[in-house]
């Protein structure tokens, strides 16, 4: 059954078409007007148009290009009603329309028409699933070109620093333990040597040698402590960028986290209209999973994204006084659901209204939009690499006051 809009004048045609159309059970709104046949048309949206090209009162070019340049009527399909000897003349116009059908009007073809544009809407509307398939696909494919470029780029950087500072951190091992000696060194001088001379004296009031010796080895441990973060950093990077090349592999999800944790630490620390946002981990004993590492380190990345900014949205919509006051907070827990499957939950105490926007992440094309706002889109690439791609489940929602919070399952192996 079909929405069918006839704009037709003659009251003979008038008749055959609604009589015709109606017993076939297809839904027919006829008029004699090509002003009133544009006004309906916008606000029925017919899956079919049947316009009179006989009638001088209808000027059928005009409605037919109206109707085409209209976004959401051009898959309306468009069937003119002429005369065989008027199809020629139609013809050197160069109208628009889809099909046609000679008067006066045989039942079988009427019907056949409308078969005709039932099925173009169908094949228009394959055509367009399929273009929207294709273009994710492509998009799909270039962002994994890029991680897989990002992630050799990434991998190679952190390498390179990788050698230096972990010569500088094995030596300043050395560094400490020669600098404890020659302090003791000294201490052993000042206790023989009970008057010094007065170049001695002049050098040690100079540069207050009791302070020197107390502060350099404070010195030194806080240079292992630098360079012993700068290797953990490196190793998260290394460890977060892995090359999914090798497939399906063995990974541990605390691992994970706390990889990604390291690498947005700098999103933390207070900011202007904004305390600290304070990470609150309840790891459970799982078991490593077989999963593409990189991509599911790419999810949580986003994941965890998407709770810092909207925390940062709620800092902002607050008056200055309450985000003064509001304690920003994300927890992240994870826990063995059965034999077959973990969870991993990630929650913030965000002020937004309530909401529950996994239906919109599960749609297919999401990514491929570019309209989409970003925090969206990285939710929904998380989306499809956990559900589409790992076979397990993401849902997100929030509640007022409460927060938004984002569950997981992943199986633990690949089937």
Not at 86 to 103: G, H, N, R, T, Y
Not at 191 to 202: C, K, M, S
């Amino acid at each position: 059954m079909a929405k069918i809009l006839a704009i037709v004048a003659d009251t003979v045609t008038f008749q055959v078409v609604q009589e015709l159309l109606g017993q076939e059970g297809h839904q027919v709104r006829v008029v004699s007007d090509d002003k009133e046949g544009l006004d309906l048309a916008r606000e029925v949206s017919p899956d079919a148009i049947i316009c009179d090209g006989t009638s001088p009162q209808i000027n059928f070019l005009e409605v037919c290009r109206l109707l085409k340049a209209d976004r959401e009527l051009a898959a309306a399909y468009f069937i003119l009603l002429t005369t065989a000897e008027q199809f020629d003349e139609i013809q050197e116009l160069d109208a628009p329309f889809d099909d046609f059908l000679f008067k006066p009007i045989v039942k079988q073809e009427l019907l056949a028409r409308v078969r005709a544009s039932k099925q173009s809407r169908e094949l228009r509307a394959q055509l367009a699933l399929t273009q929207q398939e294709l273009q994710l696909s492509r998009d799909r494919m270039l962002q994994t070109e890029k991680m897989s470029s990002l992630g050799e780029l990434v991998s190679g950087i952190a390498h390179e620093i990788n050698n230096p500072i972990t010569f500088i951190y094995s030596n300043l091992t050395h560094v400490q333990s020669y600098a404890a000696d020659l302090i003791e060194l000294l201490r052993l001088y000042q206790q023989e040597l009970v008057e010094p001379g007065a170049e001695i004296q002049q050098k040690q009031q100079d540069m207050d040698v009791e302070f020197v010796l107390d502060d350099l080895l404070k010195i030194v441990s806080s240079m292992r402590t630098g360079s012993d973060r700068i290797r953990q950093i490196i190793l998260s990077l290394q460890d977060f960028s892995r090359s999914d090349r090798s497939g399906w592999q063995l990974f541990d999800v605390s691992d994970g986290l706390e990889n990604t944790l390291l690498l947005l630490q700098h999103r933390l620390p207070a900011r202007e209209g904004r305390r600290d946002i304070k990470v609150m981990k309840e790891f459970g004993n799982l078991p490593q999973i077989e999963c593409y590492a990189g991509l599911l380190n790419q999810a949580f990345l986003n994941i965890i994204n998407h709770a810092i900014d909207v925390l940062e949205e709620s800092a902002q919509e607050l008056a200055e006084l309450e985000s003064l006051k509001f304690k920003p907070v994300i927890l992240i827990s994870t826990q063995v659901v059965d034999a077959d499957r973990i969870s991993i939950e990630i929650a913030d105490n965000d002020m937004a209204i309530s909401k529950d926007i996994t239906a919109q992440l599960s749609e297919p094309f999401l990514v491929a939009q570019p309209a989409e706002p970003p925090i969206y889109s990285g939710l929904a690439l998380s989306y499809q690499i956990i559900v589409e791609q790992h076979k397990g489940e993401l849902r997100c929602f929030s509640e007022p006051g409460k927060g938004t919070k984002i569950y997981i399952e992943i199986p633990l192996r690949h089937s």
